[in-house]
Every structure is written in C-alpha cells, then in structure tokens.
C-alpha cells in the first residue's frame, strides 16, 4: 500500500512538473512572438537591410520614417533623424532633417521622411511607393523623387481638402514574391489609399493580383507591358505601353526606309519581350519585315557574330530592346555596330550608361521614351524640379508624380479605396501632370503618346552626348 502511495505522488509530481513547464514554455514562446510583433512594428530605427541567411520581415521593408530604407551615404543628422522618429520624437527628427537636406538637397527618402514627421501622429491621408532598392537604387531614387516632389507641393499648399499627405516608402527589391508580400502588407494597412509601384512589369503585375483582388489602386510608372491593360479596375499606369512604344519606333523605321530590322531582346524578361512582340507586329502591319531575332540572355551570345549575321542578312537598322539588366550587352552591339547600321530603342537604353559607354558610335540613335525633359522644359513640374532637387530629372520621375498627381486628385473627390478607384475611372478624370493632364483609358493605361530623342554631341552630360528630341516628321 505504501509503495502505491508512493508511486501515486510521483506520478502526481511528474505532472505538475510539465504542467509548470508546458505553461512556462507557453508564456515564453508568447512572449517571444509578441516582442517580434511589436519590433516588426517600427518602434525601433533599423537600415531595413536583410538579415544574412534570413527572410527579412516583411514590415522591415516599409517605412515612414521609422527605418533607414536607403543606408548608403546617410548624413548623422539624417541617422539621428531616422531614431528620433522611432521614439517619436518628431522635432528633433524635423530639425535633423532640415539640416540633412540643407547639405544634400537631392534626398528624397530624407524630404519624404521630413514632411511625414512634421505630420507627426495628426490625421493624414496616405499613399505608398514600391520601389527596387535592393536591386536598382538609381532607379528607386528617381521614382522616389517624383513621389516626394508631389507630396511637397500638396502639403505646402494644405494639403489635401485640408490635411496633409502621408507617405510609405516601400522596398520590394525588384522580386516578384516579396513585391506580392509588400503589397499584402500595404492593403492590410487601411490608411493606405493608393500605391504608385511597382518598377519592372514582371513584378508590377505579380503584385496587380493583390492589389485587384483585395480593392487597393496602383498605378505603376515604368512598367510597360501590355499584359498590364485592363488587367482589372484598380490597376493604373501613367507610362505608356509598348504598344504606344513600339508602334512609334515602327513607324520612325518606315518613314526613313529602315524596313529591314534586326532586333535585340531579353527572353527571360516580360518587358522586353513584350515590347518585341509589339515592334515586330507594328513593323510587319507597316510593310517592313524583321529578318532576324537575337536574345541578349542567351549564354552563347555574341555581339560581333550577331551584328556580322543581321548584316549578311540584309537589315537595315539593328533594333535594341533589352531591359535595364541586359543594358551592357545591348550597348556592345552599338559599339561593335560603329554607326554602319541605323539603331533604335527602347526606354531601357535611356540611360546616362548609354552617353557614357556607347559615346561616338551611338550618335543617332533614335529612343521612345514616355517623358523628355527638353521637350517639356518650360512646364511647371520642370522648373519646379530643378529649384527642388538641384538639376534634372528624367522620366521615372516625371511619372512616378503623374501617378501620385493621380491619386491626390481621386483622394480630393473620394476619400476612400473604392472612391479613388472610381473617381480614376471616370470619364471625366483628369490630373495635373509633368507634361499635360494625367487620364486613363478604360484599360487603366496612360492616354498620352511616347516621345522620340536620339544622341547627338552635347554638353549637358558629362559625357559629351545628350539625349535630344526628334522633330515631329523625321
């Protein structure tokens, strides 16, 4: 008997033992979660760089001012802006900022930060941006500026029907599963009412099917694909497609007898692909023919044995439409070319690497690009640009506050996601823009024409050449 007591308290002990520890391990493991919900919130200043061998956090790529998104170059001030506004100390980070762009003017991420902190915790409308920090920061930069400029002008002009514009500045890395990520996380945020985004039409169009299912507007301004037109009612664009690009530079090659085209892709691309297929068709409805097709992705590619081989077959103007990844191999066929055969185009080869690497021997080259700033240079946006950031901006940034023109004007009429929507497609929609009024077709793309430019020597660049624009009819 006294054993079976024995072995009864034993049993007994050994219970409540795991009883502590499960619900030790309970309120641990709680514990734990609870304080990674509450870091993944932005209550503490990070770079927003991924953890080496982990996933980041999604909520670690969104930032109002909280994180550091763009690290490399950052001022103290700016640094100490970014903890000030961790630990809502919102005049200190605004005095930190002002002396941060008082020495580097050209700072979008730093004027965003800036006028979201003078906002503070006050009631604000929102807008996102979605930009390919990890991958292309030059083009983040750019998209970012537009973004910026707009959100300056409305809220030192008071804002939207009386309160100020607050931005989210988002890093999707260019990555087709993250930017779908980012966008969950942006529609999971109701103060969002719109995202201008994504970069490539790749991942622009991975992330449309969140933003569509889940009733969020985005309006990209770079991504060109045709897959993007009419993919559903919230999906915007304010760049043209590359059916209005492509047509262009089809026509360009008809009126001056370049029939005979040799053209230049990236098959592992969405937007060079979708460009080629539109070039080809245009110049094939035109009379012209394309007597060959090359894929800069290829590991076996060649730039001499292509040029030689478009040559023998009879081409009269090499074609180039690459995306900004396949930039380098495209301009070693401008160099390998020497002027022998006309060149064109696409909005990827509008880049200063272009002047710089291609020089002399891409004098002439003729580019559709959605936004020349010589052929808008006495708009407003242009003049206002330049006093803003301290020298030009190109199209990127032309667009990307076309999109933000867009949604600040839907947001004055109809505060609300479905309302922006709405108001976006009304047929009497339109928006104050870097060229001309922002209005949307029924497919959600840009109703605006492409511009046509070509290098020519000058002294604008560094590099002694400059993009110029073709006078209509040549």
Do not use: C
């Not at 980012?182 to 622009?204: F, I, K, M, R």
């Not at 026509?251 to 070039?279: D, M, P, W």
């Not at 690497?353 to 052929?375: F, H, N, P, Q």
């Not at 003049?383 to 004055?412: C, K």
Request: glycine share 10%.
């Amino acid at each position: 008997m006294q054993q079976k007591n024995e072995t009864s308290a034993l049993i007994l002990s050994l219970l409540i033992t795991l009883g502590i520890l499960g619900v030790g391990s309970w309120w641990l493991i709680g514990r734990v979660n609870w304080q990674h919900a509450f870091n993944s919130t932005g209550n503490s200043a990070q770079t927003g760089q991924p953890t080496a061998g982990a996933p980041q956090a999604v909520a670690s790529r969104l930032s109002t001012g909280e994180r550091l998104l763009f690290p490399t170059g950052a001022s103290p001030q700016k640094q100490a802006a970014i903890q000030a506004i961790a630990q809502g100390n919102y005049e200190t980070a605004i005095s930190n900022l002002e002396a941060s762009l008082e020495a580097n003017r050209n700072d979008p991420e730093a004027l965003v930060y800036l006028n979201n902190a003078r906002i503070g915790n006050n009631p604000a409308y929102a807008i996102a941006i979605s930009l390919p920090i990890g991958t292309d920061v030059n083009a983040a930069l750019e998209m970012l500026r537009g973004v910026a400029q707009a959100q300056n002008d409305i809220n030192q002009a008071g804002g939207i029907n009386g309160l100020p514009l607050r931005v989210v500045i988002a890093n999707d890395d260019n990555d087709p599963a993250i930017a779908q990520q980012v966008a969950q996380a942006l529609v999971d945020n109701p103060t969002v009412l719109g995202v201008v985004g994504h970069y490539s039409s790749d991942v622009t169009l991975a992330a449309a099917q969140v933003y569509q299912s889940k009733g969020l507007v985005s309006i990209s301004p770079v991504s060109t694909s045709v897959k993007l037109s009419g993919f559903g009612d919230y999906i915007f664009r304010t760049v043209p497609s590359d059916f209005i690009a492509a047509r262009a530079l089809a026509e360009y090659a008809l009126r001056n007898q370049q029939t005979q085209a040799a053209v230049f892709f990236n098959s592992q691309s969405g937007y060079s692909q979708s460009i080629k297929s539109e070039f080809v068709t245009a110049l094939s409805l035109g009379g012209g023919q394309t007597v060959s097709e090359f894929d800069l992705s290829a590991p076996d590619f060649s730039p001499s044995e292509s040029v030689a081989q478009a040559r023998q077959q009879g081409a009269t103007v090499l074609v180039l439409l690459p995306n900004s990844g396949q930039l380098d191999r495209a301009l070693q066929v401008v160099q390998i070319n020497q002027r022998q055969l006309a060149l064109l185009g696409g909005d990827s080869v509008y880049a200063p690497k272009t002047l710089e690497i291609g020089g002399e021997a891409a004098v002439g080259m003729v580019v559709a690009v959605a936004w020349d700033i010589l052929s808008n240079s006495r708009s407003p946006f242009v003049v206002n640009s330049r006093r803003l950031w301290g020298g030009d901006v190109n199209w990127r940034t032309a667009m990307a506050y076309d999109g933000s023109q867009a949604l600040i004007t839907a947001i004055q009429q109809d505060p609300t996601r479905k309302g922006v929507m709405q108001t976006l497609r009304s047929g009497k929609f339109a928006a104050p823009g870097a060229s001309g009024p922002v209005r949307f077709l029924p497919s959600g793309d840009r109703n605006a024409p492409v511009q046509l430019v070509k290098v020519a020597p000058g002294t604008r660049s560094r590099y002694g050449f400059d993009f110029v624009p073709v006078r209509p009819g040549t």
